[in-house]
């Protein structure tokens, strides 16, 4: 615990204007972001006597260890910079309302030659209009389903329509008249786009001109005797109304607005949301967040659309916003709306009719939801809560485990060896945190030494953050004369936006790694080493777990030794009998059957058994897809199709003269040199095997070669199952 008068600013050495304050904590991680009219007299209520501080204030500035500040011209930039700031450096101590779900959106592809209406979730394309959110996605589907029969405008997939029109036959939408097929040119480009705006303007609520056309319509082919005809419209018409029915009409005056409420306590705030378009509830949403600083409702609200509205612009921001607090003061936060749409927006609370009413509604809403979010938190707050201090007592620890990692070591009968880290937090999974290692200390398979290998490539990591911060002096806690090397120095490498291994059940992005070390799933590009942002290895834990017995035990805590590290506990647990065993022990712990600790132990171990061996097939499904042309240096994905493309399979190219090669576009005479090279020098494939019948295939026979596009299946010995059980 700090005291704020070590690290407190010097008087007079605070500017008294607008700007955006930052704390941070003795690692250099930024703990707190806001925001001032005047620096000066809101950063000295911090510095006062801590007994007038409320407790949360008090826990944040003693967690502090120092505090920055950015001067800046207006209150509207102010804004601006602390909606910014929260973003990139996520601090601990400010409200983040954590959303519990991904909402569906009914997105319109028009950025496309032939706009698509699909299901969209996550974060918004340009080009893409967006209608919702939606509370599911089902819900989306029926609306569709519905106006497609008066603007049947594509729904399918990239690769659904590219088949259609190769084929020359249009899918079942298009047969029935639910689709206007202009895969196969029933329909111009022109007028499709025209279909999918004129369905967009029905959505935005304009519903009017298009019942009274189809009314129109209808009369016109009654008039004229066209008697199935005007029963479709009569049908359309019907469809359309239906589809209105599902979001009823809640303001008279077809009001485009967004209604904020919030219900709070003590210690938990939760807001709701409808968005109102064209005097219908068109979308639904809402928060839940810690009231981690003392906040008022004003400034909850202030928040909340900083994050409901930081990421949009145009129309997503309505004309008209009403909220049950206004944030003080209000002109920099209406002027910042008025910003992001291009045009006046308006601020306020409710005060009669049709609007305060359906205000009332919104905040029962969030009343409700507040309760349904204590009720499932309570038992499972009680629960991690009993498992971590029944874990800090059998393994007489001095407090709970706020923070482990478990490691767990994976490969194929020695092959691929990798290892991975998974971090629990307060009981709960912080994948962001998660790392993966490829072991590159030895060849074969030895799980002690790999497991020694990646406790101490992660803890001399851990030591070089220190000293970069300058927690220590240099060189201090490299014990034993162990200095860094040239290569545990680099900075970490570019980012990726594969995926990589590992991006099932919602692991996340994979990010790049150095050659050394290992690699992480991140968000986005806050992963850098400076200015408080998120550092791969720079946070200790309070344990180490490791899947595995004694000897495992013993590695991990020998490499903390020989790094000097004493205050990280270490402990095994063992797959057979779930033992728990400690480092210089004879014998195992042995928790309860049915202890919450060794339930919590449990999942943190299986976690890092699954990110392993996701990580491992991965890595074992890549070299098996690697073939001959990956080999030649500067040549892309892109060239490597088209030759596949133009000579059909690797077999054919091989043979090849250069001056063929050349004529595939793209491929100049050095690359195609190139090429032939590196294939006159590659091993050729072996025949292709039908698996079914055991016959061997040859290439000319219709069995192409393995390559890129269609990647083989290697043929391996035993059933999938006894294949499994090779891996490790």
Not at 454 to 479: C, H, M, N, S
Not at 569 to 589: Q, S
Not at 601 to 616: G, K, M, N, P, S
Not at 662 to 672: L, N, S, Y
């Amino acid at each position: 615990m700090a005291d704020p008068s070590s690290y407190r600013p010097r008087p007079g050495e605070i500017p008294d204007s607008p700007g955006v304050y930052r704390f941070r904590d003795e690692h250099r991680r930024v703990i707190y972001v806001g925001k001032a009219k005047s620096l000066r007299q809101r950063l000295a209520n911090y510095f006062q006597d801590l007994a007038n501080l409320h407790p949360r204030t008090r826990t944040m500035v003693t967690t502090a260890a120092s505090v920055e500040w950015t001067v800046v011209s207006t209150e509207v930039e102010a804004l601006q910079l602390e909606y910014s700031w929260i973003k990139e450096y996520d601090p601990r101590f400010n409200v983040k309302y954590r959303d519990d779900k991904s909402y569906p959106y009914l997105a319109v592809t028009m950025n496309e030659e032939f706009p698509r209406v699909q299901v969209m979730r996550g974060h918004k394309k340009k080009g893409v209009r967006y209608f919702g959110p939606y509370g599911h996605a089902w819900a989306i589907r029926d609306t569709v389903d519905l106006l497609l029969r008066v603007f049947p405008v594509r729904t399918c997939s990239a690769g659904v329509f590219k088949n259609a029109a190769r084929t020359g036959r249009p899918c079942l939408l298009g047969y029935i008249g639910k689709c206007s097929a202009p895969c196969v040119g029933r329909i111009t480009p022109d007028d499709h786009w025209d279909l999918a705006d004129e369905f967009c303007d029905f959505m935005a609520g304009r519903t009017g001109t298009y019942l009274r056309r189809l009314e129109r319509q209808m009369a016109d082919a009654a008039e004229e005797m066209e008697y199935e005809r005007a029963a479709r419209l009569r049908d359309d018409i019907g469809a359309l109304r239906k589809a209105m029915e599902k979001s009823a009409v809640v303001l008279a005056d077809a009001t485009d607005a967004d209604l904020i409420a919030v219900a709070e306590d003590e210690l938990e705030a939760a807001v709701q949301i409808f968005h109102v378009r064209g005097g219908r509830v068109r979308g639904q949403r809402g928060w839940v967040t810690d009231k981690v600083e003392e906040i008022t409702t004003g400034a909850l609200v202030e928040h909340a659309l900083q994050q409901l509205y930081g990421e949009e612009s145009g129309d997503a921001v309505p004309k008209e916003v009403l909220v049950p607090a206004l944030p003080d003061p209000v002109e920099p936060v209406q002027q910042w709306l008025t910003e992001r749409r291009g045009s006046g927006v308006s601020l306020r609370i409710p005060q009669r009719g049709d609007k305060k009413a359906l205000m009332e509604t919104v905040q029962r809403n969030a009343q409700q939801a507040l309760v349904l979010h204590k009720t499932k938190r309570a038992s499972d707050l009680t629960t991690r809560s009993r498992a971590l201090e029944e874990i800090a007592e059998a393994l007489d620890l001095d407090s709970a485990p706020l923070r482990v990692e478990c490691y767990d070591i994976s490969h194929l009968q020695g092959d691929d060896v990798v290892a991975s880290m998974v971090v629990f937090e307060d009981g709960l999974a912080r994948k962001s945190e998660y790392r993966r290692f490829q072991i590159k200390g030895f060849e074969g398979q030895d799980d002690v030494r790999s497991m020694h290998e990646v406790i101490t490539r992660r803890f001399r990591r851990y030591l070089a953050e220190k000293e970069k911060t300058g927690e220590w002096a240099d060189g201090e806690g490299l014990t034993d004369g162990e200095q860094r090397t040239e290569d545990e120095q680099r900075t970490d490498g570019g980012q990726r936006t594969d995926g990589g291994a590992g991006t099932d059940a919602g692991a996340g992005t994979a990010g790049g790694a150095g050659p050394d070390d290992g690699e992480a799933l991140t968000h986005g590009p806050a992963l850098k080493d400076e200015d408080g942002r998120p550092k791969r290895f720079a946070y200790p834990p309070q344990l180490v777990v490791v899947d595995g017995g004694q000897p495992q035990v013993a590695a991990a805590q020998r490499a903390l030794d020989e790094l000097g590290i004493d205050d990280v506990a270490v402990c095994g647990l063992a797959k057979r009998l779930e033992e728990v065993w400690l480092p210089r022990e004879a014998d195992p712990v042995v928790l309860p059957r049915t202890s919450e600790g060794l339930y919590l132990l449990q999942r943190v171990r299986d976690e890092a058994h699954r990110f392993a061996i996701t990580y491992q097939r991965a890595k074992r499904a890549k070299r098996f897809r690697a073939g001959p042309l990956d080999e030649v240096p500067g040549l892309g994905e892109t060239r490597k199709q088209a030759l596949i493309k133009h000579f059909g399979s690797v077999k054919r190219l091989r043979s090849a003269t250069i001056d063929q090669i050349c004529e595939v576009p793209g491929i100049g005479r050095k690359t195609a040199e190139t090429v032939a090279a590196a294939l006159a020098g590659a091993t050729p494939a072996g025949p292709a095997v039908n698996t079914a019948t055991g016959e061997i295939m040859d290439d000319e026979d219709g069995a192409p070669e393995t390559t890129a596009d269609a990647p083989g299946e290697p043929v391996s010995a035993g059933t999938p199952d006894e294949r499994r059980g090779q891996e490790r």
